[in-house]
């Protein structure tokens, strides 16, 4: 039986056994502490992959059409093979923490949510990177890469993941529908919840903003970005759950406010659904991750094309402009051998390198360096690329917590922040019902 078909029928089967465990308890801690991993030999460069074959679980966003473009060109250039299996947000991380949990090393390579970087480094369910970082920096221009993205796999001054794409939480909106309305991008949340009640029109089809109210993780990081907008904390000075304030409740009934300007169902709206809505012409607004912003331009799947453009996220009036930051890692399973370890960061350091970079982005990827976010010609290509450098440099990358229990806070709020919108809890039941279920699982 070959490698990768073992692989998958571990993994089918022990993510059977954990699936009803995994989503909505706290963080599991590996059955085994993974062995310390032994310092990296000289850097072997990619003649390491040779006859190398590694496996990647990659989430289904856009940067996977990035994946498909240039794990070709690795494997001609290592002679390594990688499989791609591609899954799903829930699917990814359940599948995830089986693999880790069970210790089958059915992954080698794995994106990793900003989000998850505390829950992986803590429990070392992927390899710190920082021995490799050391002895490749001469050719790693760690300089390069933007300090927020950094966020994206760093855990207590260590590294369980790699920089891969990071995502500016940005507004979207009509250039079209706004001219015609003789109103400018909002640039506060007062502005964006008057514009969203003006550019309604519900007989003509056109509606104001597009948000994700669906229950589970969309709702829950939807609302936590309008936390962070208007200033609130999900956690207090000395690390402790602090949903339930009473800043958080008037800013739960203001992000509940923005929904009677938002398409039916949107208390259902998954990520595609808010996005096929603003890309079918439905809607004026829509705050979102900046991955997307390319696709609007693509005839194939957007009717917007020409007619969109891209402001820095509004903050509440007032506010210290700061701006939400998101995005992924790139991690190698501790499990793995030391030489599909070797071989998985060396694909780490060819992806991210400068002129692959420039690759990574033409194929619907997203960046992290600055050379590449200032390039002549990436800048001529994407021209809303200057205000994503600018909500970089001023990014947050922890507004949401990347804390081991960051799971266990993502499920109270997906459950009450919808629990509220469907109209089953007021704003003031919702958060402390949300408040109670985290500090019941608190670890």
């Known amino acids: 039986m070959s490698r990768n078909l ?61 994946f498909r473009a240039l794990v070709p060109k690795f494997e001609e250039a290592s002679g390594a093979t990688i499989t791609l299996d591609e899954l799903g ?9 089986a693999d880790f949990v069970g210790h089958t090393g059915n992954y080698d390579l794995m994106t990793v949510d900003i989000v998850w970087s505390g829950e992986f480094g803590q429990n070392q369910y992927t390899r710190t990177l920082d021995d490799f970082m050391a002895r490749d920096e001469a050719e790693l221009q760690l300089d390069d890469i933007l300090p927020v993205a950094w966020t994206l796999g760093e ?12 995502y500016a939480n940005v ?47 969309a709702v829950a990081q939807d609302y936590m970005a309008w936390v ?28 509940g406010e923005l929904f009677k300007y938002a398409p039916p169902g949107s208390t259902d709206y998954w990520w595609d659904q808010r996005e096929t809505a603003f890309r079918n012409g ?42 939400g930051f998101g995005g992924w890692g790139i991690g190698i399973n501790a499990d793995s051998t030391p030489e599909e370890q070797e071989c998985a960061w060396q694909f780490i350091k060819w992806l991210t390198s400068p002129d692959i970079q420039k690759e990574w982005l033409r194929n619907d990827g997203a960046p992290i360096r600055r050379s590449t976010m200032t390039d002549p010609e990436i800048v001529a290509e994407y021209p809303w690329m200057p205000v994503l450098l600018e909500s970089f440099e001023k990014g947050d990358g922890d507004y949401r917590p990347r804390i081991p229990q960051y799971s266990i806070i993502q499920d109270a709020l997906g459950t009450h922040v919808n629990a509220f919108l469907v109209g089953e809890e007021t704003a003031e039941e919702a958060l402390a019902a949300a408040q109670k279920q985290v500090e019941d699982n608190w670890q």
């Not at 909505?24 to 310092?39: I, N, S, Y």
């Not at 919840?193 to 903003?209: C, E, F, R, S, V």
């Not at 609130?232 to 008037?250: M, Q």
């Open 282 to 323: 439905n809607v004026a607004m829509m705050e979102g991750w900046s991955i997307a912003r390319a696709g609007y331009e693509n005839p194939e799947i957007s009717t917007v094309v020409g007619k969109v453009d891209i402001a820095v996220a509004p903050v509440k009036a007032g506010m210290e402009p700061k701006y």
């Open 155 to 166: 855990w207590q001054g260590a590294h369980a993941a790699y920089p891969l794409a990071g």
């Open 171 to 217: 507004l979207n909106y009509r250039k079209d529908v706004l001219e015609q309305a003789g109103i400018e991008p909002p640039a506060t949340q007062e502005e964006l919840l008057a514009a969203a009640q003006a550019l309604t029109n519900p007989d003509a089809g056109m509606y104001g903003i597009a948000l994700l109210g669906a229950k589970g993780p």
């Open 228 to 255: 962070q907008q208007h200033g609130g904390r999900i956690l207090d000075d000395e690390g402790k759950p602090a949903l339930n304030t009473p800043e958080n409740v008037e800013i739960l009934k203001f992000f």
């Open 6 to 66: 073992w692989k998958f029928f571990h993994v089918l089967i022990v993510g059977v056994i954990l699936l009803g465990v995994v989503g909505c308890t706290a963080p599991v801690a590996p059955a085994a502490p993974a062995p310390e991993a032994a310092a990296p030999a000289a850097a072997a460069g990619l003649e390491a992959c040779k006859g190398q074959s590694l496996v990647l679980a990659s989430m289904t966003d856009q940067y996977v059409a990035a």
């Open 89 to 97: 947000y829930v699917d990814l991380y359940q599948k995830l923490i």
